[in-house]
């Protein structure tokens, strides 16, 4: 059984002891009380702090001691847990995988993991990056909000937008446009078409300056949606991005060209280890297998 939190071999346990510290901070497996048929009330029970919009419902939850037993706690609100959705098939595996693609991308990534709810079903939980363990929330902005938009506006954007965007707010500007050229093209090459303006923020430290957060949300939607296209257009285009596209965005973002470059080698540069990822995760096979077409169409492009 490959390891529930980084796809590595993990025997029966499911789980290696040092992934769990990493992601609970214990090298006990954490027990969820929780199946599909419950998940809609108590979510419904939690309104103002839980989302049920759009594709991929999720809660806030916890973590407490019971019965010597750790427990996710829905009255807490350190992790994120998101369950399979009733019309999209495997969504917690996919975006599982996707995030720990993006951390072998060179990406920042929250820790995350999966979890099998009471029903065998299995889940995705990512510990919340703007509540750090023992420390006070931190500030985070989407850039939906820094754009003076409605939630319903999330998709009526562009990649050129979000690096004005930064350009205004980052205490870095230089760093972030980097990491955000490197966010999108890694989006492309997984094939993450629902990229909007909610799913990039920025995140406030402690002296109260802002950076862009770690990534959440990604997933390859095109294994389960028939578009090929991104949210946020670049140059004008949602569908069939070419270098050339690429080229131009990095030096709109004012990155030098070697650089560019190098980004846009990476995806063929971990292409193998990539194609490893996805066939140790907990897809089924017909999407493992379209996910790997995506991987290496897209890096062939790059």
């Not at 019971?66 to 829905?74: A, C, F, K, V, W």
């Not at 909000?145 to 954007?157: H, I, V």
């Not at 990039?200 to 949606?225: C, H, K, Q, T």
């Not at 066939?279 to 996910?291: Q, T």
Request: glycine letters at 6%.
């Amino acid at each position: 059984m490959n390891c529930l939190v980084c796809l590595g071999e993990a025997g029966a346990l499911g789980h290696h002891p040092r992934c769990l510290r990493r992601l609970f901070r214990t090298p006990v497996a954490p027990s969820i009380d929780l199946d599909l048929a419950r998940f809609q009330t108590v979510a419904l029970g939690m309104i103002g702090r839980a989302s049920i919009s759009g594709i991929q419902r999720k809660i806030s939850v916890g973590l407490r001691v019971r019965r010597e037993t750790l427990q996710l706690d829905t009255t807490g609100h350190r992790y994120i847990l998101k369950p399979p959705s009733d019309i999209y098939p495997a969504l917690p595996a996919n975006e599982h995988v996707s995030m720990r693609l993006a951390e072998l991308f060179g990406i920042a990534t929250p820790p995350n993991g999966l979890v099998r709810m009471t029903d065998n079903n299995l889940a995705y939980v990512v510990a919340r990056f703007d509540r750090p363990h023992g420390a006070p929330k931190r500030r985070q902005e989407d850039f939906c909000q820094l754009a003076f938009k409605s939630p319903k506006e999330k998709y009526q954007g562009s990649a050129e937008e979000c690096a004005r965007i930064i350009r205004r707010y980052a205490a870095e500007p230089a760093v972030d446009l980097l990491r955000l050229f490197e966010r999108l093209v890694f989006d492309w090459w997984i094939g993450n078409g629902d990229a909007h303006l909610k799913n990039f923020s920025l995140l406030e430290d402690a002296e109260g300056r802002f950076a862009l957060s770690p990534a959440y949300d990604l997933m390859n939607s095109w294994i389960v949606l028939p578009r090929r296209d991104l949210a946020l257009p670049i140059g004008g285009k949602h569908g069939k991005v070419t270098r050339r596209n690429w080229l131009e965005f990095a030096a709109y973002c004012g990155l030098p060209r070697a650089i560019a470059e190098r980004t846009l080698a990476r995806p063929a540069g971990r292409l193998a280890a990539s194609v490893e990822l996805v066939r140790a995760s907990y897809l089924p096979d017909d999407l493992k297998e379209a996910y790997v077409r995506t991987l290496e169409e897209q890096a062939a492009m790059l």
